[in-house]
């Protein structure tokens, strides 16, 4: 008789838990692009019941961790010298300038990368070929000269005799006396272009121009003594009547007042600017016992549209980029 011997193979318990854990709990990937495309998807299938997780953001961050993937950002420069040699550094076939002329905020902006020129193709499936981010800007905020604030920040705004001297005296800089040929009124040739072109404004607004001492004099003893007659009419055929004040000012020794309704002063526009000769109208109001005086720059969009063009003509000459009036897509 022969005795037979049976074996019987055991498994490590522990040894089978691990393999089935390894098994349940690893993960897979799904799409992993090669070279980790950026532009692609990075799936994997983790533990949780299979759950899928997309990991593209967290690859894209740590690829812009070490490198950025395209420009972005906006510089804010100091001086036009330094937009433009800004657009000439980042500049490329698709960039361009836009030019703000606000009279409060007037700005220029520098669009790197701007849209490529051409119409929109909707049609294309991975996206319009000619669009761009425009993420990469520099904003340049023209400064406007303390003389300029100064001045249209008081035209227009009835003064009081001492508010008007003491401005007066603390811009007299910015005041200059006519010259001769602009006192005699006269358009000449041997006059400078500048002194007919104020001579001009002065025939059209029937002004006298002024010279800075007498307005001083008339901001520290003006006095006014004002005498109203009434005259009264009326149309017998319709019946429609007026009533009408004949107001005569007259200082005080009796004589009609023969006061200069216009003044000049040269002031830039923007900070560090050329100067632009500007007429000045000087009226005054008599409001019951005391008089207003008001000092109204004439037509100052004319010198603003001036240096607002120079400036530009200058950036788009010397960065040789498209420039478009007004603001960019946000």
């Given at each position: 008789m022969t005795d037979e011997t049976t074996q019987f193979s055991t498994?490590?318990?522990?040894?089978?838990?691990?393999?089935?854990?390894?098994?349940?709990?690893g993960t897979e990937f799904i799409d992993r692009p090669a070279d980790f495309d950026l532009t692609k998807a990075h799936?994997?299938?983790?533990?949780?019941?299979?759950?899928?997780?997309?990991?593209?953001?967290?690859?894209?961050?740590?690829?812009?961790?070490?490198?950025?993937?395209?420009?972005?950002?906006?510089a804010r420069l100091d001086d036009l010298q330094s937009l433009i040699e800004w657009a000439n550094r980042f500049k490329g076939p698709t960039s361009a300038l836009f030019a703000k002329p606000d009279l409060r905020a007037p700005t220029i902006t520098c669009i790197a990368d701007y849209h490529a020129e051409g119409p929109s193709d909707q049609t294309i499936a991975t996206g319009d070929p000619t669009a761009r981010h425009c993420h990469h800007r520099a904003i340049y905020n023209f400064p406007l000269s303390e003389e300029w604030k100064a001045w249209t920040g008081v035209s227009g705004q009835p003064l009081e005799k001492d508010d008007l001297g003491e401005f007066i005296e603390a811009n007299a800089k910015d005041i200059m006396d006519p010259t001769a040929a602009i006192l005699a009124g006269k358009e000449t040739n041997k006059n400078q272009p500048w002194e007919n072109r104020l001579i001009q404004t002065a025939q059209q607004i029937e002004g006298r121009y002024g010279q800075l001492t007498q307005l001083l004099q008339m901001s520290r003893q003006f006095q006014v003594y004002e005498t109203s007659n009434l005259k009264v009419t009326?149309?017998?055929?319709?019946?429609?009547?007026?009533?009408?004040?004949?107001?005569?000012h007259k200082g005080a020794?009796?004589?009609?007042?023969?006061?200069p309704n216009l003044i000049i002063i040269a002031i830039p526009v923007f900070m560090g600017g050329a100067p632009y000769r500007m007429p000045?109208?000087?009226?005054?109001?008599?409001?019951?016992?005391?008089?207003?005086?008001?000092?109204?720059i004439y037509n100052p969009e004319k010198a603003f549209e001036s240096a607002f063009k120079e400036a530009i003509e200058e950036a788009a000459e010397r960065t040789e980029l498209p420039t478009f009036k007004g603001s960019p897509e946000s």
């Amino acid at each position: 008789m022969t005795d037979e011997t049976t074996q019987f193979s055991t498994e490590n318990p522990a040894a089978t838990m691990r393999d089935v854990m390894e098994k349940l709990g690893g993960t897979e990937f799904i799409d992993r692009p090669a070279d980790f495309d950026l532009t692609k998807a990075h799936l994997v299938a983790t533990p949780g019941h299979r759950t899928i997780e997309d990991l593209t953001s967290m690859h894209r961050a740590a690829a812009e961790y070490l490198k950025p993937a395209r420009r972005k950002g906006t510089a804010r420069l100091d001086d036009l010298q330094s937009l433009i040699e800004w657009a000439n550094r980042f500049k490329g076939p698709t960039s361009a300038l836009f030019a703000k002329p606000d009279l409060r905020a007037p700005t220029i902006t520098c669009i790197a990368d701007y849209h490529a020129e051409g119409p929109s193709d909707q049609t294309i499936a991975t996206g319009d070929p000619t669009a761009r981010h425009c993420h990469h800007r520099a904003i340049y905020n023209f400064p406007l000269s303390e003389e300029w604030k100064a001045w249209t920040g008081v035209s227009g705004q009835p003064l009081e005799k001492d508010d008007l001297g003491e401005f007066i005296e603390a811009n007299a800089k910015d005041i200059m006396d006519p010259t001769a040929a602009i006192l005699a009124g006269k358009e000449t040739n041997k006059n400078q272009p500048w002194e007919n072109r104020l001579i001009q404004t002065a025939q059209q607004i029937e002004g006298r121009y002024g010279q800075l001492t007498q307005l001083l004099q008339m901001s520290r003893q003006f006095q006014v003594y004002e005498t109203s007659n009434l005259k009264v009419t009326s149309n017998r055929d319709t019946g429609e009547g007026e009533i009408q004040f004949l107001n005569e000012h007259k200082g005080a020794d009796g004589k009609p007042l023969q006061i200069p309704n216009l003044i000049i002063i040269a002031i830039p526009v923007f900070m560090g600017g050329a100067p632009y000769r500007m007429p000045v109208r000087f009226r005054y109001r008599k409001m019951g016992g005391s008089v207003r005086f008001i000092l109204s720059i004439y037509n100052p969009e004319k010198a603003f549209e001036s240096a607002f063009k120079e400036a530009i003509e200058e950036a788009a000459e010397r960065t040789e980029l498209p420039t478009f009036k007004g603001s960019p897509e946000s």
